[in-house]
């Protein structure tokens, strides 16, 4: 079975940096898209940013355009999302999602929460 | 704001049946896939449908998926009391480059 495992939230002063890892196993990592999905404490689900199989494209929500960066490693089946200046509004538990096909998320994360808070 | 617009709420009764309506644009529904999400509680989301139809496998033939210009409807057959979760469309939004989810729609099964 497909296994997506978030790792690296936690709590960061507003203005900080974080970096999210998602570790891929059980599927051809490098063959599929990738996507990061955030959700708010009680609130819907927030679409963050897609990469390509091969990372040659990329694709972030305005929200946060400019301060998050995805990134992929092939070779060790992971995916990245590197988070500058956060804001109190960055707080969430953010998801990484692998793309079946035409942007549908077949498989996801136990998700791993990030605050931002002072 | 969410680029898709679900009702907040529906409910109905066990072994009823229930349609949530997801509405957006040209440049989103209009043109792109329409999948479906159900999120139990403290849980990550699980994929119903993809392709505005199509079921993957494991995921019973109670749930269903149409799509007509702009707008998307997930049915749910047979409602059990297990169904009772929030529930989001998501697509493309091919002007913003951007993936985009509705509000979401939290299902109550009476």
């Known amino acids: 079975q497909v296994q997506l495992v978030e790792s690296g939230g936690g709590v960061v002063q507003p203005g900080g940096s974080l970096r999210l890892s998602c570790a891929a196993s059980r599927f051809t990592f490098s063959s599929y898209a990738m996507h990061w999905v955030r959700q708010a404490p009680g609130k819907g689900l927030e679409w963050v940013a897609f990469?390509?199989?091969?990372?040659?494209?990329?694709y972030y929500a305005d929200s946060v355009k400019g301060r998050f960066t995805i990134s992929r490693d092939n070779s060790k089946n992971t995916l990245y999302l590197q988070m500058n200046s956060l804001r109190p509004e960055d707080t969430a538990v953010y998801y990484c999602?692998?793309?079946?096909?035409?942007?549908?998320?077949?498989?996801w994360g136990q998700g791993t929460l990030v605050t931002v808070s002072s | 704001q969410s680029v898709l617009t679900q009702p907040p709420s529906v409910s109905a009764a066990p072994g009823q049946k229930v349609t949530i309506s997801c509405s957006g644009s040209?440049?989103?529904?209009?043109?792109?896939?329409v999948s479906w999400y159900q999120q139990l509680p403290g849980t990550a989301p699980k994929l119903l449908i993809y392709d505005n139809n199509n079921r993957p496998s494991g995921i019973p033939d109670r749930f269903s998926g149409s799509k007509s210009g702009t707008s998307a409807t997930l049915g749910i057959t047979g409602l059990q009391t297990g169904d009772e979760a929030d529930y989001y469309c998501g697509t493309w939004d091919s002007s913003l480059s951007a993936g985009v989810f509705g509000g979401g729609t939290k299902l109550t099964v009476l």
């Open positions: 999602a692998k793309e079946r096909s035409n942007r549908a998320f077949d498989y």
């Open positions: 040209s440049s989103n529904i209009g043109n792109n896939y």
């Open positions: 990469i390509r199989y091969d990372g040659s494209k990329t």
